[in-house]
């Protein structure tokens, strides 16, 4: 059957969520030739291949998109062939949207986690581990479109082991922008004025502080997350006077533990279904619940309410 070509245009947030990578797969599979390059905020797609095949790559592109894509049509045409050789990501473009779809961040996924937690797995316990469904998106761009160059992770070059993550199609961190690791990557440092750690000292440190009752500050996602020990009532005054935030609720970081990840929640609030199904949501919201009875916490914490704000960790350092 002879070949003919059409060219895509998708928006919506279709980017800084494993999109590109999607779609070079998609294209493999399918035995189509062209590319896919970001332009501005939205994706365009040029594939040449069967008219079956073609309508089949159309339809799957919204169909199979990743989880975290919210993918909208704006257009397809029919174009010339270009003759390409095979598929490739190509390089990004200004382009001409003006409805950008800013990407956004999301909790470690339950993959980077695992490995997070493998002694043996070459990001073990690295606070900044990510793929292509997670990790920081807004907090790390400087521009669109979303290219390492545009976020601040452009002055850690990478590895040899990280560049041939980001080139392997077959590997979850396929052309994921913020791709590092202890090698090449950022380091997590603590100081108190007196003390200064690198890597896992800082991060114990951080932990032995929490637990004598201190206020510690945490530069992450979004921007710096105030921590204190929620069942230290004298911490979470002094916190207060701190801020000078008298009498409004602090929200209350829970550790995700049991098979849903719910278990120590459940000791703080009265869960529904809708509500635990919130907390898991890959943005990782403040979610309110009524608190429970005799919940270990510190009564200023949320003073004469019933309810308390909740969330799980956000971030791999969270985790940590």
Request: glycine share 10%; aromatic share 6%.
């Amino acid at each position: 059957m002879s070949a003919s070509a059409q060219r895509w245009r998708l928006g919506g947030r279709v980017q800084g969520v494993g999109f590109r990578p999607f779609v070079y797969r998609l294209a493999q599979s399918l035995q189509l030739s062209g590319w896919v390059r970001n332009e501005s905020g939205a994706v365009e797609i040029h594939a040449e291949g069967t008219a079956e095949r073609l309508r089949d790559f159309g339809t799957a592109l919204l169909e199979r998109a990743p989880a975290a894509a919210a993918a909208r049509l704006i257009g397809v045409t029919r174009v010339p062939l270009e003759s390409a050789k095979g598929f490739r990501i190509a390089a990004s473009t200004p382009g001409r949207d003006q409805q950008l779809a800013v990407p956004l961040e999301r909790c470690p996924c339950e993959d980077c986690l695992a490995e997070m937690a493998d002694p043996g797995a070459r990001r073990h316990r690295y606070p900044f581990i990510n793929c292509t469904q997670c990790g920081p998106r807004y907090t790390i761009l400087r521009r669109l479109p979303y290219d390492r160059c545009n976020t601040t992770l452009d002055g850690f070059p990478l590895c040899a082991d990280c560049a041939r993550e980001f080139a392997d199609p077959a590997d979850r961190r396929f052309h994921a922008q913020p791709l590092a690791c202890a090698a090449c990557g950022p380091s997590v440092q603590w100081t108190d004025g007196t003390r200064h750690e690198r890597g896992s000292p800082a991060l114990t440190a951080a932990v032995q502080a929490l637990r004598r009752g201190e206020i510690v500050a945490l530069r992450g996602v979004g921007g710096y997350h105030l921590l204190c020990d929620a069942a230290n009532q004298s911490a979470v005054l002094r916190l207060r006077e701190r801020k000078n935030r008298p009498a409004k609720p602090f929200a209350l970081m829970v550790p995700a533990r049991g098979r849903d990840g719910l278990d120590q929640v459940r000791e703080l609030g009265c869960l529904s279904v809708v509500q635990g199904d919130a907390l898991r949501d890959g943005s990782r919201p403040i979610v309110l619940t009524a608190k429970r009875y005799g919940a270990p916490l510190a009564a200023a914490v949320a003073p004469g309410l019933e309810e308390i704000g909740l969330m799980l960790p956000y971030s791999p350092m969270h985790h940590l």
